[in-house]
Every structure is written in structure tokens, then in C-alpha cells.
């Protein structure tokens, strides 16, 4: 009777031991089959004290996933902030295929699915390392992330041979975004030290704990030391920030009308802007036009008038030929900014018959409401009647519409002779020089790139009463940056937008800055730290009652001891020579026979 006990008693323990090694887990199901296709619990293996979390192919793999997750995030990053030039990377692609088509809008899409891809592989990764699972990827994730990561370094490679300026703009966007990106980064590494304090205190190799502690510390001490050197114009002491720069409409307002047409200056003069740009062709009967391209292909429909002069140069029509070109339809078909459907219908009848502007209806616009005009001169081809006078021609129309000193006047060529003839002007560079250069050209604005945006420079240019002038800038981060810098004026596609600004995006002063660098660091140094004596306590713990199990199967009853590997089926055996009818009994080894049903009961087939 007391075997018999014994034998059940035993039979219980294994049963309670196969249960736990096998008990059903909702969450680590799901995320062992969405990460690996493990969704059955006998697929899926924990790591053992002193195991590496995964074999040397899910390791690679495992490595491979970290490397996607930063580059696809380092080209979301750059891509996204170069929202600004969109606009420029479309009609680029215009020009080479010969049809519209967002791209770059495209671009951004799949950039961000994949990102968001492989940042949801990695955390399921994270959470499984968390639970003290082993790792294995599925092949069709394997596939992904080498998708993933061709896609990211293709990309970049491409927008950075064709756009490498587009850099410089993700450098200036550390300048206002650095501070944030800081506190997301310490966040990340708070969060990882739970798995990496787990793995730590259950590796039992002293090589592996001190590559593993020391490949933290130093990336998040790193973490915490990178606000010493960052830099951004943004973070100012209280009462130093200038004035908001002027908003100059680059081509008029192009996001509310068609580009370079009457309709888009005057809806920049009505959303606030103080100036109006724009570029300045002549005719073949000598009349100055507004055009920004070479051609009249993408904003007119010169290919339906005029079929067989479509990549003609646009200075080798006349006017009157202009004249009979639309330039307001290809706005409506395109719609470039993605902004017709805000206008009203009203709006899009007016837009749909715009026409071709003279100079001098330009000049008009600017007159009757007092702003500052800015255009660019193109010379005309070899061959064309006016090629050497181009630049008298425009003069005479600047001087007979409107005021010369409302004049930005940017044409480098025959600059002595302009401010000859008309002194008022105000003589505007398109280069950066010295001072003294500066003052022999009778320079008193700079219209630069906005990549080459200084503080330094623009202070420096500003002590010697000359103004700088930053184009094109469309997106409130870089117009925020442009104002924390001291720039005078910009150049922009959205002046709409800009205007009602109040103050710039990411404005602090340095007192606010530092508190949030030092309360990021403590907070997080102080939940690493209680993470990792957690861990320590907890391993200190099952490693305690680990040696006091194993004391007491060593014990007396050694040779009853059950485990889950073997169980020991007690039988009794009938010996004829025994009169009595007691048998001894024999003891066999039987758990190759014993078997766990689905609802986790024993049982012997």
C-alpha cells in the first residue's frame, strides 16, 4: 500500500511538471507565431540558464533584422525630411519619363510600411527575448528583411547620388528634432534592458556577460553624453529671438494656383506674403515673359497647340503665340501639391483659364500692393534678335511699371552697368562672398540655397546691413529654423501656411533643454538600474531553489526520484517458487510509453 501511494504520488508530481513545462500561453503563442510561425507550444523552446538565446543562423538573422531596422529608419528619416523638395523631385521625374506621377509621395509610403515592418518583427523579437524564448524567424520574414534592406540601401544610394543635398537638409533637421530624438533613443534602451539584464545574469560565460554589459554601457552612456554636442539656433535664451522673415511667394502662391500665373500672385499678396519671385524669359518678338522652364511643356499646353514645337525653346515664341497657350489646366490635371480639392469652384474656374503672364502684368500686381519683387533673368539662345539686349529690354519695362526700389534685382551679368542706369535697385547676390566683395558689387541682400543655412554667416552679413534671403522653404520645421537663425526673408511655396505661424516650432531656452536632458538621463538610469536588480534578484532566487532541489534528490529517496525524462513504472511480479504469493518488486524504465493528451492529462496507450 504504500508503494502504490508512492507510485501515484509520483505520477502527480510529473503530471504537474509536463503541465507547467507545457501550459498553455496565449501571449508567447501569439507572439512565437507571428515571429516564427510557432504557434503550436510543443514548436517553441525556452532558453536554459547559460544558453544563447538562439542558434548561429537565427543569430545572423537576428543581427540582420537590427541592421534593417536602422537603415530603413536612417532612409524614412532622410526621406521624410526632405518633404520640402518634393515638389522638385516630381517634376525631375516629369522631365525624364515624360508623364506626372507622385513618386515621392510614393516613395514615402513604401518607406514607411517597411520601416513599420521591420520595427514590429524587432519588438516581437524584444518581447520573445523578454519571455525567455528562444528565437527563430520564419524564412518568408528572412525574406522581408532582405527585401527591406536592398530597398533601403538602393534608395539611398540613388536619392543620395542624384539629391546630395538633400543631406545638408537632414542635418538641419537634427538641429531642431536632435533634442527629441534623444529622449526617444534613452527611452529604446530603457526598454531593452529588460531582455538584456535577463540573458545577462542566466549567461554563464564571464566573456559573454562582460561583451554583452559592456555593448550597452557604452551605447547608452553615449546616449547620455550627446547633448554636449548638439547644436541648434532654436534653443535661445528668452527675449533674443528676431523677427519672423518676411515670406517671399516663390513663383506667387503655386499651392493655391497655377505657378507664374496672375492668379497665383494675387493669391500670395492675399495669404500675407511680402514679396513675389519668379523668372523672367524674352520673347522672339522681344517682350519679357514669365517662365521658369527652358520649355513650355509642363505648365502650358503648348503640345495641343503647337505639337510640333513642344521642346522648342520657350524665348523663340511670340507673344502672340504665347497668348494662345493655357497655363492653368495642367494645375487642375496634376495637381501637384495635392491641393486642388481645397479650392473652391470658384477658384478652379479662374485657375482653368489662366494665361501666360507679361512681365509687366507681373510688375503690376507687385505695384498696386507695395511688395518687393524678385525674379531671375534668363538669357535668351544663340540666334535669338534680342540676345544681347535682353537685359535693356527688362529695364525699361521694370522702369516704366514699378518702383526700382521695390526691385530685388538678381542677374549677376552686366551688374555694374544696372546699377549704372538705375541705382535704386537693390542689388542681390546669389553666391556667398566677402564683405568686401559685397560692398564693391553694391550687394544689400543674399539670395542663397536654404542647405547653406548659417546663423553664424547670417549674423555676420546682417552686422554689415545686408539681408539674406533663404529659398525655397515650404515646411514649418525649416521656416522655424530659418527664424531661430536670424534669416530676414524666404523664398517659399506655402505662404498660406507660413503666415500663421506665431513663433517657431521647437522654440526653448536652455534652462528648459537642459532639464529635459538631465531628467531623461535619471529617470531612465534610475528604471535600468531597478531592472537589473530585479533580474538579479529573481536569478538569485531559482538559483537557490534550484541547489535545494537537487540536495534533496541526493537524499534517502534518490531512487524514487521522478523526472520528466523518465518516470518509473513500479510492477509487481508473481514468482511460482513463492507459496505465499509476495513478489519482489522490479522497477523499469517506461517513459518512452507515457503520453500528454491535448488538455495536458497522462495517459499510457
Known sequence: MPVTRLKLGKLKVVRRQLLQRYEHQPFVSCLAG?????????????????ECCCSKVECVSFGLLILTFFLSFLFLYFWSEAQNDYNDFDWFNFGTLGFWFPWSLVLLVVAAALF?????????????????QRLYLHWSHKSGIVVTLVFSITATAILSDLWSKEWKTLLLSLQVTAPFLHVAAVLLMAILSWPIALHFFRMNKKVRQVAVLGLYLSILFSLYLVPLGMYSPCIKEAGTLGP???LIGHRGAPMLAPENTVMSFKKAVDAGGEGLETDVTISYDGVPFLMHDSTLRRTTNVAEVFPNRTHHDASMFTWAELQQLNAGNWFLSRDPFGSVSSLSEADRLHAQNQSVPSLAQFLEVASHSGKLVLFDLRRPPYGHPYSQVYINLTLQVVQAVINSSQVLWLPPEDRQLVQTMDPELQQTSGQMASIQELADGHITRLNLHYSTMSEQQISKYRSENISTNLYVISQPWLYSLAWCAGAQSVTTNSVHILSSLGKPLFLMTPEEYNLMWLLTDAVSAFLITAVFIFHWWRERGLTFWSSSRQNHENGPYSKFRTESSEVICIRWSTLQSDPL?????TMTPCMSALHVNPTGTLYEP
Open 244 to 246: 519672423a522673415p518676411a
Open 581 to 585: 504469493g509476495w513478489s519482489p518488486l
Open 34 to 50: 507571428l515571429y516564427g510561425c510557432q504557434w503550436r507550444r510543443y514548436q517553441r523552446a525556452r532558453a536554459q540558464p547559460g
Open 116 to 132: 513599420t515592418y521591420i520595427a514590429l518583427l524587432l519588438v516581437l523579437a524584444v518581447c520573445l527575448l523578454s519571455e525567455g
